[in-house]
């Protein structure tokens, strides 16, 4: 916070699990090119609550987020794993994760991916240039 907002008395409220699944639901949901409208329509929730969810003013159950993942095209634990890690202000960190990603990942597997949520993108590129090299 800045010293201007100090002097406004200005405060900022940390962020929610419900703000993060929001974020990751309209995320996934404006990648597929998905209107509030047609994600209702597939996951059966009302446009409204949809709406509410997305921008973190209600916290769905596990029975609607499952509905919405499942309309989203994604496992349910993965719309939970990416809202968790959600880039521009992650709720945990990757080192913080202690559930699976994936049922049928290993522990190798998942300390690369959460390594390489460190990497600058030039050097992600380098290592999956070298990992694909290497799986010939």
């Known amino acids: 916070m800045g010293n201007r907002d100090r ?3 200005a405060h900022v409220t940390p962020k929610r699990l419900a ?5 990751t639901v309209r995320r996934l949901r404006m990648e597929r090119e998905y209107t509030l409208q047609a994600l209702a329509d597939e996951s059966g929730a009302s ?6 969810i997305e921008k973190g003013r209600k916290n769905p159950t596990t029975d ?8 989203l095209g994604v496992p349910p ?4 794993y990416h809202a968790a890690l959600e880039e521009d202000d992650p709720f945990l960190g ?10 049928e990942g290993d522990a190798e597997t998942r300390e690369l991916a959460q390594l390489a949520h460190r990497l ?5 590129k380098i290592v999956l ?8």
């Open 94 to 103: 990757p080192e913080q994760l202690t559930l699976e990603a994936d049922a």
């Open 19 to 23: 703000d993060y699944i929001g974020l």
């Open 77 to 80: 634990r993965r719309l939970l």
């Open 7 to 9: 002097r406004l008395g």
């Open 47 to 52: 446009k409204s609550y949809l709406g509410d």
């Open 129 to 136: 240039a070298l990992a694909r090299r290497l799986a010939r």
């Open 120 to 124: 600058r993108p030039s050097d992600r």
């Open 64 to 71: 609607v987020l499952e509905a919405i993942a499942e309309a």
